[in-house]
């Protein structure tokens, strides 16, 4: 794709093409990012596409959906964790305060563990895919999320609801 291809999409389709993304993922934002990537991509790897605009925004669109994915899977990981964390008694926990006391109890584990929770739970993947991933026997990967799951309902219990941070560490 030559530069100055690029430069006329930029100029002539590019709002067209986030309108129409933003109208179908609903934030402009969002279309924004996915469209800017899809050129970039273009752009970076020298893809020769005959319809540019359309290209683009099925690629922006792929992107979208993607995302879409990805934040319903986490919804239903934290919706799963909550339901394993709450306490008789103790107040309904918030999606934000569920967060920060799991980013802050997922901090804890030790690497491995953490990163088997994180894709089984969070992105929602098989123990096979999650061992594929890892480059682990599915026997180990299971291994990682019985200590991960037994760690982490540990530390969620014992975590003071002022006592948390805002990210997960290395």
Not at 40 to 69: C, F, I, P
Not at 99 to 116: G, I, M, W, Y
Not at 146 to 168: F, M, S, T
């Amino acid at each position: 794709m030559l530069d100055d291809d690029i430069k006329r999409f930029v100029h002539t389709e590019y709002a067209r093409v986030v309108r129409a993304v933003a109208v179908v993922c609903g934030d402009r934002e969002r279309a924004e990012d996915a469209v800017q990537e899809a050129v970039v991509d273009v752009w970076v790897k020298r893809r020769e596409v005959g319809d540019l605009a359309g290209w683009v925004m099925t690629a922006a669109l792929n992107r979208a959906r993607s995302r879409w994915r990805t934040a319903a899977a986490e919804r239903r990981a934290f919706e799963r964790l909550a339901q394993r964390i709450e306490r008789p008694g103790a107040a309904a926990v918030t999606p934000s305060a569920l967060d920060e006391r799991v980013a802050t109890a997922l901090s804890a584990l030790p690497r491995n563990q953490r990163e088997a929770v994180a894709l089984h739970y969070v992105l929602d993947m098989s123990v096979a895919d999650v061992a594929a991933r890892l480059g682990i026997a599915e026997g180990t990967a299971k291994v990682h999320l019985h200590r991960g799951r037994q760690a982490l309902q540990a530390a969620l219990r014992a975590i003071p609801e002022d006592k948390v941070i805002d990210h997960v560490g290395p």
